[in-house]
T-cell receptor, first 115, second 112 residues
């Protein structure tokens, strides 16, 4: 079946370095993608989203890249800080219209920042 | 402040008992959702509701029930039929037709 998954379950980076978290999706009909950050014991927090008519979107210290050809999504975090340590989930919605309210989540990547 | 509130944060239940988890939002969102999260896993959809007095089963609805009598509230009941209820439960909401879901802080249910 269709699924969203992540290449790396864990990622350790040095404070100040850039982090790249990857996500593969298999539903070619998906046209909306979201990255969430989840700290231990808390609910997921929205980071950034992107629609399929875009290849790149930037936020504050974060950039999401979408490669529809290979169905790949990545989250780049610049100058990683200890507060960035968390589990990061990508999520997709097969249709961003009124017909679909379901997000499909990947299993997440745990990012650990080394001081 | 607008947001989505889940209560309680921690909940203990004896095996064989039903328990209800609360979820309230003041974001004026039409859609609400319940997800289950197990350690080291992603989120799995239990139930969702697009409008008051209507809801649909998600991927793992067995052993759970919901109601949507008010726009602001979407309580989840974990029944004794749920064979493995110990988990972290997350409630979320989104605007009608939108897809960005806002999450509550979760309820950790432990069956003892």
């Amino acid at each position: 079946g269709e699924s969203v998954g992540l290449h790396l379950p864990t990622l350790s980076v040095q404070e100040g370095d850039n982090s790249i978290i990857n996500c593969a999706y298999s539903n070619s009909a998906s046209d909306y993608f979201i990255w969430y950050k989840q700290e231990s014991g808390k609910g997921p927090q929205f980071i950034i989203d992107i629609r399929s008519n875009m290849d790149k979107r930037q936020g504050q210290r974060v950039t999401v890249l979408l490669n529809k050809t290979v169905k790949h999504l990545s989250l780049q975090i610049a100058a990683t800080q200890p507060g960035d340590s968390a589990v990061y989930f990508c999520a997709e919605n097969p249709s961003s219209g009124a017909g679909s309210y379901q997000l499909t989540f990947g299993k997440g990547t745990k990012l650990s920042v080394i001081p | 402040d607008g947001g989505i509130t889940q209560s309680p944060k921690y909940l203990f239940r004896k095996e064989g008992q039903n328990v209800t988890l609360s979820c309230e939002q003041n974001l004026n969102h039409d859609a609400m959702y319940w997800y289950r999260q197990d350690p080291g896993q992603g989120l799995r959809l239990i139930y969702y509701s697009q409008i008051v007095n209507d809801f649909q089963k998600g991927d793992i609805a067995e052993g759970y029930s919901v109601s949507r009598e008010k726009k602001e509230s979407f309580p989840l009941t974990v029944t004794s039929a749920q064979k493995n209820p110990t988990a972290f439960y997350l409630c979320a909401s989104s605007i009608k037709g939108g897809t960005e879901a806002f999450f509550g802080q979760g309820t950790r249910l432990t069956v003892v």
